[in-house]
């Protein structure tokens, strides 16, 4: 089965106790494929910009944040900060289609491929739809033309049916 | 639009646009009409056929096939426009009836012989063979 992204949102926050009866409760909005890692990763961030362990804590809620139009194609926008081999940078990437889980995967894929960073080094810090207008790269911006066309060029046949497959072609 | 007669004069007729109609040959689709709603990007559309049975969905192009027919419709067209659309440009019967659409069926035809009926194709192409032979033969002797 092909890796698929989705988008949770985890709330939690540290064990009420006699002295702190009420503590904030914080939200975490990750790509993950799944719940478990979602609140790994919620764990991860708090333990980092909170003094709140896993252990102290308790995670209140994880919801899935399905997409709202995916029939509608849209230019996503995201901000990345990754860890290099020299050291760490921020990034603004554009991505254009349909979902944001479909978009973050393939920031993913591009930030392993262009900046060979793992998937444990990028973390998305904020995702945004962007307007045509205000698109930055060129990749997304060749598209936002009304009359649109082009060839598909240089088409290299395939076999639809396995019985049809060989390895080997003439 | 330099580029696009630029490309003309390249000889490309078929273009990825917004209205084209398509043939989805692989996947869960393959064998499918649809029409291209949105571009997404180089290697993606946004495609739809109401009357062929296509939800709206990404549509990868390496498994489309470019038609020459393109409908008179805006980007991102709801459902019940396109089927109007569709309709109206009768794209059922102007598909079955190009080549295109009649190889389909006749594929489809063959594909649903029974053994009898597969029998008697056989002698009938034996004979069609012997009746073209004969014919050749005749013009062959007629030239000399």
Redesign the interface.
């Known amino acids: 089965p092909e890796l698929q992204y989705r988008q949770y949102q985890v709330v939690g926050r540290k064990i009420p106790t006699e002295s702190d009866p009420t503590p904030p409760m914080y939200r975490l909005k990750v790509f993950a494929q799944d719940e478990v890692f979602a609140k790994s990763r919620f764990w991860y961030y708090m333990n980092r910009l909170r003094k709140v362990k896993k252990s102290v804590g308790e995670v209140l809620r994880v919801i899935e944040i399905k997409e709202k139009s995916p029939?509608?194609?849209k230019n996503y926008g995201i901000w990345i900060r990754y860890d290099s081999r020299s050291g760490t940078h921020n990034m603004y990437k554009e991505a254009?289609?349909?979902s944001l889980n479909?978009a973050i995967k393939e920031i993913y894929e591009e930030m392993g491929s262009r900046h060979r960073a793992r998937h444990s080094v990028v973390q998305i810090v904020k995702t945004d739809i962007i307007p045509a207008a205000e698109c930055r790269r060129d990749n997304t911006t060749q598209?936002h033309d009304?009359?649109?066309?082009?060839?598909?060029?240089h088409r290299l046949p395939?076999s639809?049916k396995k019985s049809h497959k060989s390895t080997f072609k003439a | 639009?330099i580029e696009?007669t630029n490309?003309l004069k390249m000889g490309?007729k078929?273009?990825?646009?917004?209205g084209r109609v398509v043939y989805i040959?692989?996947?869960p689709e393959?064998g499918k009409l649809a029409v291209v709603l949105?571009?997404?990007?180089n290697n993606?559309v946004?495609v739809e056929g109401p009357t062929t049975g296509v939800e709206?969905?990404?549509m990868p192009?390496?498994r489309v096939n470019?038609t020459d027919y393109v409908l008179p419709i805006q980007?991102?067209f709801r459902t019940g426009n396109l089927t109007k659309a569709i309709n109206d440009f009768d794209l059922e019967g102007k598909f079955n009836s190009s080549s295109w659409g009649q190889r389909l069926s006749n594929r489809q035809l063959r594909a649903g012989l029974t053994d009898y009926q597969r029998f008697e194709l056989m002698l009938l192409r034996k004979q069609k063979s012997y009746l073209l032979k004969r014919a050749v033969a005749k013009a062959k002797k007629a030239a000399k």
């Open positions: 029939n509608q194609v254009r289609g349909t479909g598209f009304s009359k649109i066309a082009f060839p598909l060029k395939r639809n | 639009n696009k490309l490309f078929r273009f990825v646009q917004v040959n692989y996947g393959n949105d571009i997404i990007d993606r946004l709206r969905q990404q192009l390496k470019l980007r991102g």
